[in-house]
């Protein structure tokens, strides 16, 4: 089953805990005139996810599907949704609509460039370009101008079945989630390049006062300090600032 918080004005989180992964796949809903959901989630939790979303709105009323990279948590139910929402349209970064949702889309995605901003009534939605952050050529984010909420994929990754919101600290346990999958199979998730950390320091600059997580609790308090210490964690631990 499927979890409904609103987190922020008129954004709520749609977290599904999946136990065979020990985490949590969190989706997030504007509920504005034109409906805009950040990511899909998997193709397979379609049947419960478009039932959360309908204990907020109609899905079929759903306008915009944005995501920040391809990949099925973020957007392998994307034409489910499509089929069920005739006014829906995929957004992406130039990369993501022309190399992959040009084939794999069921209808042609609209093309975002850096900067660009989505109106959908009450609130704006600004796409920022950030390629391998948090992996992925295609990767962009999404910041939610009017209360500050910036989605942010995987950034601040952390495991098991966590409130939905948190206002202490999500930079701890985002650290201890890099440091042990650093010597597991999922290491190597994160690309440190020598874009990754003027990518951080811009995000930070949005000031955003939310942080939607895909994997974990939101985070609600100071958002540019939470991603300026996530930056000095990656930079330790990825970027080879500590002896190696
Ligand atoms: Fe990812
Ligand atoms: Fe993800």
């Given at each position: 089953?499927s979890?409904?918080?609103?987190?922020?004005?008129?954004?709520?989180?749609i977290s599904?805990?999946?136990?065979?992964?020990?985490?949590?796949?969190?989706q997030?809903?504007?509920?504005?005139?034109?409906?805009?959901?950040m990511?899909?989630?998997?193709?397979?939790?379609?049947?419960?996810?478009r039932?959360?979303?309908?204990t907020?709105?109609?899905?079929?009323?759903?306008?915009?599907?944005?995501?920040?990279h391809?990949?099925?948590?973020?957007?392998?139910a994307?034409?489910?949704?499509?089929?069920?929402?005739?006014?829906a349209?995929?957004?992406?970064?130039?990369?993501?609509?022309?190399?992959?949702l040009?084939?794999f889309?069921?209808?042609?995605?609209?093309v975002?460039?850096?900067?660009?901003?989505?109106?959908?009534?009450?609130?704006?939605?600004?796409?920022?370009?950030?390629?391998?952050?948090?992996?992925?050529?295609?990767?962009?984010?999404?910041?939610?101008?009017?209360?500050?909420t910036?989605?942010?994929?995987?950034?601040?990754f952390?495991?098991?079945?966590?409130?939905?919101?948190?206002?202490s600290s999500?930079?701890?346990?985002?650290?201890?989630?890099?440091?042990?999958?650093?010597t597991?199979p999922?290491?190597?998730?994160?690309p440190?390049?020598p874009?990754?950390?003027?990518?951080?320091?811009?995000l930070?600059?949005?000031?955003?006062?939310?942080l939607?997580?895909?994997?974990g609790?939101?985070?609600?308090?100071d958002?540019?300090?939470?991603?300026r210490?996530?930056?000095?964690?990656?930079?330790?631990?990825?970027?080879?600032?500590?002896?190696?």
């Amino acid at each position: 089953m499927s979890v409904v918080t609103e987190i922020a004005p008129d954004i709520y989180r749609i977290s599904t805990f999946v136990p065979e992964y020990r985490i949590q796949f969190n989706q997030f809903l504007v509920k504005d005139d034109e409906p805009f959901l950040m990511h899909t989630a998997f193709r397979k939790l379609f049947p419960l996810t478009r039932e959360a979303i309908a204990t907020v709105i109609d899905p079929a009323l759903l306008r915009w599907i944005g995501f920040s990279h391809f990949e099925p948590d973020e957007c392998g139910a994307l034409n489910e949704y499509l089929a069920i929402a005739p006014r829906a349209e995929p957004v992406a970064s130039f990369v993501g609509a022309h190399v992959m949702l040009a084939d794999f889309s069921d209808k042609p995605p609209r093309v975002l460039a850096d900067g660009e901003v989505i109106d959908t009534g009450r609130h704006r939605l600004r796409f920022i370009s950030t390629p391998h952050v948090p992996h992925c050529w295609d990767a962009g984010l999404f910041f939610e101008e009017r209360d500050r909420t910036l989605f942010c994929s995987d950034l601040f990754f952390h495991p098991g079945d966590p409130a939905a919101l948190n206002e202490s600290s999500v930079v701890a346990p985002a650290r201890d989630a890099m440091t042990a999958s650093l010597t597991g199979p999922m290491a190597h998730d994160v690309p440190y390049t020598p874009h990754t950390d003027s990518t951080l320091q811009a995000l930070a600059d949005l000031q955003p006062r939310t942080l939607a997580l895909m994997h974990g609790s939101s985070f609600r308090g100071d958002g540019a300090g939470a991603v300026r210490e996530l930056a000095k964690v990656w930079k330790e631990l990825l970027g080879g600032a500590k002896g190696s």
